[in-house]
């Protein structure tokens, strides 16, 4: 799109802070017609710049975080595991590599908030 387009062409001046900074305002997903997440073309983009994809990447996985939700909490990042997971056949191995450290966390968070969930639940019994 033209705003892809204008923001790609700003942080190629400055990839090193832009790349960054875009990553806390992009869409960084797409939702399918089943309601399955994947990367956005710019999330792409921005992540497979040389030497700081992880560093964008860290700001995404921020933004799992941040936002409104129905249901359970853990419904949220069940649905953003996809994402992870895709990228651990990157080809970029500092992006596997994040990639496989960032899912081992997410799952750890999620299997906290089922747990609470849980017991939270089980008290309205």
């Known amino acids: ?5 204008v923001v790609l062409t700003c942080v190629n001046e400055h990839p090193g802070t832009r790349a960054v ?6 869409q960084y997903f797409h939702e399918d017609s ?5 990367w956005s073309p710019i999330a792409e983009r921005l992540m497979g710049l040389p030497d700081i994809g992880v560093k964008v990447l860290e700001v995404f996985y ?16 069940v649905r ?3 994402l992870l997971v895709a990228l651990t056949n990157h080809n970029d191995a500092s992006i596997r590599s994040w990639a ?5 966390k997410l799952d750890a968070h999620i299997r906290q908030l089922m747990e609470e969930e849980r017991i939270r639940d089980e008290r309205f019994e």
């Open 1 to 5: 799109s033209e705003n892809t387009s």
């Open 21 to 26: 900074r875009a990553a806390r305002f992009v």
């Open 34 to 38: 089943r309601g399955l997440l994947s």
């Open 62 to 77: 921020s933004r799992f975080f941040v936002g409104s939700s129905f249901g359970p909490w853990s419904n949220r990042f």
């Open 80 to 82: 953003r595991q996809p």
């Open 100 to 104: 496989k450290g960032a899912l081992a």
